[in-house]
């Protein structure tokens, strides 16, 4: 879908908080459009170890406004990729998340799947996305029992949990070479601190932008001709320290850290990756 304008919002008060997501190598793979992707330490043009590398994979930036968050890629937010869809936005307010190798705890060593775990990453909130067509039957979450964690396009709402507590459960993405994206989504447990909240801008959500579009609206220079956008209200939570971001597969991992240096953009690091063995492949269905 062709774009109307973004809306001018970079200014002193508009930051590109995206990092290096800690993975880069070309994963022996003397193909240089593969090492030009997978060892490429900014986050633009950038895919995981091993994974497909075209623009519909790629997760380029996150960018803060004051309490609102924007999310850029190639990636389709909404609808997702090739049977791979939305994960959920995690945030660190104490700076602490294990994100990059250390996010990589082999949850189970081997098989692929959408497997549950305890909050062993640290993260302190979960921006959980609204979500319908489910992928597997489930009961839904304590935020909104109509909310199918499995399901795939997104609704335009999200409910804010906090996910401190000892009984919270969260999914890794699907393929577990890509357990350094980790994780992908919450399922249950924890304390809602904000119900059905409404994805800003829902009626442009699929609406695709040009690079200069995006140069334009963010101040953020970017390749790949098309990109998309998912953004956020932060307010009703403490500063984020760290956030993080994924799809079903893994194939992409967006991080960012919001420093509180009241200027600087933290300038977007990237991350390249491993190669060979393109995952986001076709391992068989997503079931659990």
Same mark, same amino acid.
């Given at each position: $879908?062709?774009?109307?304008? !973004?809306?001018?919002?970079?200014?002193?008060?508009?930051?590109?908080?995206?990092?290096?997501?800690?993975?880069?190598?070309?994963?022996?793979?003397?193909?240089?459009?593969?090492?030009? #992707?997978?060892?490429?330490?900014?986050?633009?043009?950038?895919?995981?170890?091993?994974?497909? *590398?075209?623009?519909?994979?790629?997760?380029?930036?996150?960018?803060?406004?004051?309490?609102? !968050?924007? $999310?850029? &890629?190639?990636?389709?937010? %909404?609808?997702?990729?090739?049977?791979?869809?939305?994960?959920?936005?995690?945030?660190?307010?104490?700076?602490?998340?294990?994100?990059?190798?250390?996010?990589?705890?082999?949850?189970?060593?081997?098989?692929? /799947?959408? *497997?549950?775990?305890?909050?062993? #990453?640290?993260?302190?909130?979960? =921006? *959980?996305?609204?979500?319908?067509?489910?992928?597997?039957?489930?009961?839904?979450?304590?935020?909104?029992?109509?909310?199918?964690?499995?399901?795939?396009?997104?609704? &335009?709402?999200?409910?804010? =949990?906090?996910? %401190?507590?000892?009984?919270?459960?969260?999914?890794?993405?699907?393929?577990?070479?890509?357990?350094?994206?980790?994780?992908?989504?919450?399922?249950?447990?924890?304390?809602?601190?904000?119900?059905?909240?409404? =994805? !800003?801008?829902?009626?442009?959500?699929?609406?695709?932008?040009?690079?200069?579009?995006?140069?334009?609206?963010? &101040?953020?220079? !970017?390749?790949? &001709?098309?990109?998309?956008?998912?953004?956020?209200?932060?307010?009703?939570?403490?500063? /984020?320290?760290?956030?993080?971001?994924?799809?079903?597969?893994?194939?992409?991992?967006?991080?960012?850290?919001?420093?509180?240096?009241?200027?600087?953009?933290?300038? $977007?690091?990237?991350?390249?990756?491993?190669?060979?063995?393109?995952?986001?492949?076709?391992?068989?269905?997503?079931? %659990?």
């Amino acid at each position: $879908m062709a774009a109307a304008l !973004l809306p001018a919002i970079h200014s002193a008060h508009a930051y590109n908080i995206t990092i290096f997501d800690g993975v880069a190598n070309n994963g022996g793979s003397s193909n240089p459009g593969d090492q030009a #992707w997978w060892n490429n330490r900014n986050e633009d043009q950038e895919t995981e170890p091993k994974t497909v *590398h075209t623009q519909a994979w790629d997760l380029e930036a996150f960018d803060l406004s004051g309490s609102k !968050l924007t $999310m850029i &890629g190639g990636y389709n937010f %909404r609808a997702g990729e090739s049977g791979y869809y939305s994960g959920d936005i995690f945030i660190d307010v104490h700076g602490d998340a294990l994100y990059g190798p250390a996010a990589d705890f082999d949850i189970p060593s081997g098989p692929n /799947g959408y *497997h549950r775990s305890a909050n062993l #990453w640290n993260y302190d909130y979960v =921006i *959980h996305f609204h979500k319908q067509n489910s992928l597997v039957s489930d009961n839904g979450t304590p935020g909104d029992p109509s909310d199918d964690v499995y399901g795939t396009q997104l609704t &335009g709402k999200y409910d804010i =949990i906090d996910i %401190r507590g000892r009984d919270v459960t969260l999914l890794t993405a699907f393929v577990d070479a890509n357990e350094a994206s980790n994780p992908w989504r919450y399922e249950g447990g924890g304390r809602v601190v904000a119900a059905n909240q409404d =994805i !800003l801008n829902w009626s442009s959500i699929n609406t695709t932008y040009t690079d200069a579009q995006i140069q334009g609206a963010y &101040g953020i220079s !970017l390749l790949g &001709g098309t990109h998309r956008t998912l953004e956020v209200d932060l307010s009703p939570l403490p500063k /984020g320290v760290l956030f993080h971001y994924t799809m079903g597969c893994g194939n992409d991992n967006l991080m960012g850290r919001n420093v509180p240096d009241g200027g600087l953009t933290v300038g $977007m690091l990237g991350s390249g990756l491993l190669g060979l063995g393109l995952t986001c492949r076709a391992l068989g269905r997503r079931q %659990r």
